[in-house]
C-alpha cells in the first residue's frame, strides 16, 4: 500500500484565513446554543465567573499547546503524536480525540438540524403571532415528530462533507472569512432588542451578579467543559487546524484573537439571550431548547422582525457549519493520513458513519426517548461525556505533553517562529502548562469525585 504523501499536504492560504478558519470552528452552536443553556442550568453568574477564569488560566494554553503540536508535526494528531514522540503511547490521545469527534458531531448535528427547521420556519413565517406558549409547543411537537429532526439533520451532514470533501483551501477558509463577521453584527443587533425589553434587568442580572453561594461541583465541571467545548480544545481540532497553519504564522496572536473572539460571542449570546428569558417567563433552567423557544418571541418583539429571525438563523446555521466541519476535518486527516484512504473516500465513510450514530442521537430526543444513565438519554450521554469528561482529559495530557515531554526548546522555537517573534510571557506560559493547567484540570475531576471538599 502507498504511504501518504505528506510533501503534498493541503494547507491554509492567508493568515487572515487561519483567524477565521479556528475562529469559525470555536464559534458556533457552543457560543449560542450551549453557552446560554449550560449557564441557565448552572445558576447564570456564579457559573460565568468560573466560565471566564477556565478560559484564561486552561483554556488559552491548551489552544497554544494544539497550535504548537500540530505545526511542529504537520501531521493529524494521531501522526503528530507518533512523530513528536515515537514508541510512546502519546498516540492514544489522537485516538481519544478520534473517539470524542464521533460523539461531539453526532449529538451536535442534531441540534444543528433544529437550526434548519428554524431557518425553514422563519422563511415561511412559521413564528408570526406565536404567544410565547404556542412557540414553546411548535418545539415540541417538532423535537416529538421524529421524522423532521433527522431529515434535517441529515441534510446538514451532507453540507458538512460537501464543504470537507473540497479541501482545505478553498473549503474551510473560504467560507469561514465572510460569515463569521456578519454574525457578530447580528448578534449585537438582537442584543440591543433584548435588553430593551420591558424587565431585562432581571436577565442581565442573571447573568452578571454572580452568587458565589450556588456553587457546586457540578458547577465547576460543567463550566470546565463548556470552556473546553467552546474553544474547540481537547480533542485534536486545532492540532489539525495548527497543522495546516504556515510557518511565518504567530500562534500565540492566532490563540489569543480565537479564545478572545470565541468569548466575547458567548456572552453576547447571553446578553442576547436572558433578558428575553425574563422578559417572556420562560424557564432559564429550561434545558437544550432554552434558545429555541426564547430568539422567536424576540424577533416577534422586533420591528423588521421576519428578516432579523431570518437572517440570524441563516448565520447560525453557517456558524454551525464552520464548526462541524473542523470536527469531521479530524476524522477525515486521520483516515486519508494514517490508513491512507483517499481523502474524498474518507470523507464519505466518516460523514456516514457519525450520522448514523447522529440519527440514534436525534430519535434519543423524540420518539425512541430512552433513559440510558440517570435520566440521560443516548443525546445526553454522548454530550456530557465528550464535554465534560474527554475533552478535559484530552487537554490534560495535551498540556503536560508540551510541557513535559515535548522539549522546552522545541517549543520556544515554534510558538516564537524560530526566535523570529519575541514572546514575551514565555516562561509563564511554560509553568502553566507545566503546573498550573494541569493540577486545575485535575482538581476539578478530583472536586467531582467528592475527594476533594
Ligand atoms: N466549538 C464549537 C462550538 O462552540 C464546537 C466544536 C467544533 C468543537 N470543534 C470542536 C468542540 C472540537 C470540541 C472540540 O460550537
Not at 458547577?219 to 473546553?228: H, K
Not at 438519554?377 to 495535551?398: D, K, M, Q, R, Y
Request: glycine letters at 10%; proline letters at 4%.
Amino acid at each position: 500500500m502507498a504511504k501518504f504523501d505528506f510533501s503534498n499536504r493541503d494547507s491554509f492560504g492567508s493568515k487572515i484565513g487561519i483567524i477565521a478558519a479556528a475562529a469559525g470552528s470555536a464559534i458556533g452552536l457552543g457560543n449560542i446554543w450551549r453557552f446560554p443553556y449550560v449557564a441557565g442550568e448552572n445558576g447564570g453568574g456564579a457559573f460565568l465567573v468560573i466560565y471566564l477564569a477556565f478560559i484564561i488560566v486552561i483554556g488559552i494554553p491548551v489552544m497554544l499547546s494544539e497550535f504548537t503540536i500540530g505545526r511542529r508535526a504537520q501531521r493529524n494528531p494521531f501522526g503528530a503524536f507518533r512523530l513528536l514522540k515515537p514508541g510512546q503511547p502519546w498516540y492514544l490521545i489522537g485516538l481519544m480525540g478520534i473517539a470524542a469527534a464521533f460523539f461531539i458531531l453526532a449529538f451536535y448535528s442534531t441540534i444543528a438540524g433544529w437550526t434548519l427547521e428554524y431557518l425553514y420556519q422563519s422563511i415561511a413565517n412559521g413564528f408570526s403571532g406565536k404567544s410565547p406558549e404556542e412557540l414553546t409547543a411548535m418545539f415540541n411537537s417538532f423535537q416529538a415528530s421524529g421524522i423532521w429532526p433527522v431529515i434535517w439533520q441529515v441534510i446538514f451532514m451532507f453540507f458538512t462533507a460537501f464543504i470537507i470533501y473540497r479541501g482545505v483551501r478553498n473549503g474551510i477558509e473560504k467560507y469561514a472569512k465572510i460569515l463569521m463577521p456578519l454574525l457578530l453584527v447580528l448578534i449585537i443587533i438582537i442584543c440591543i432588542r433584548s435588553v430593551t425589553l420591558p424587565g431585562a434587568v432581571d436577565g442581565l442580572n442573571f447573568l452578571f451578579r454572580p452568587d458565589f453561594s450556588k456553587i457546586t461541583p457540578k458547577i465547576i465541571l460543567e463550566a470546565l467543559g463548556q470552556a473546553f467545548f467552546s474553544l474547540s480544545i481537547g480533542m485534536g481540532t486545532l492540532i489539525t487546524y495548527g497543522s495546516y497553519i504556515g510557518k511565518k504564522d504567530n500562534l500565540n496572536n492566532t490563540a489569543i484573537s480565537v479564545t478572545a473572539a470565541d468569548t466575547f460571542i458567548a456572552i453576547l449570546a447571553g446578553i442576547a439571550i436572558f433578558p428575553a428569558v425574563f422578559a417572556f417567563n420562560i424557564n432559564p433552567a429550561e434545558g437544550e431548547s432554552l434558545v429555541f423557544i426564547t430568539l422567536p418571541n424576540i424577533f416577534q418583539q422586533m420591528p423588521g422582525g421576519y428578516f432579523w429571525g431570518l437572517l440570524f438563523f441563516l448565520l447560525l446555521v453557517i456558524a454551525a457549519l464552520t464548526s462541524t466541519i473542523s470536527v469531521l476535518e479530524v476524522v477525515v486527516a486521520f483516515f486519508s493520513e494514517e490508513l491512507n484512504i483517499n481523502r474524498k473516500t474518507a470523507t464519505i465513510i466518516a460523514a456516514i458513519a457519525i450520522t448514523i450514530l447522529g440519527v440514534c442521537c436525534t430519535l434519543s430526543q423524540g420518539p425512541l426517548q430512552n433513559p440510558l444513565i440517570g435520566d440521560k438519554e443516548l443525546f445526553g450521554v454522548l454530550e456530557w461525556t465528550s464535554a465534560n469528561l474527554l475533552l478535559p482529559l484530552g487537554g490534560f495530557f495535551i498540556v503536560i505533553f508540551v510541557g513535559w515531554f515535548l522539549g522546552k526548546n522545541n517549543v520556544r522555537d515554534e510558538v516564537s517562529n524560530s526566535g523570529k517573534y519575541r514572546v514575551r510571557f514565555f516562561s509563564f506560559f511554560m509553568v502553566i502548562v507545566r503546573i498550573l493547567a494541569p493540577v486545575a484540570i485535575a482538581l476539578v475531576f478530583l472536586y467531582q469525585l467528592g475527594i476533594l471538599g
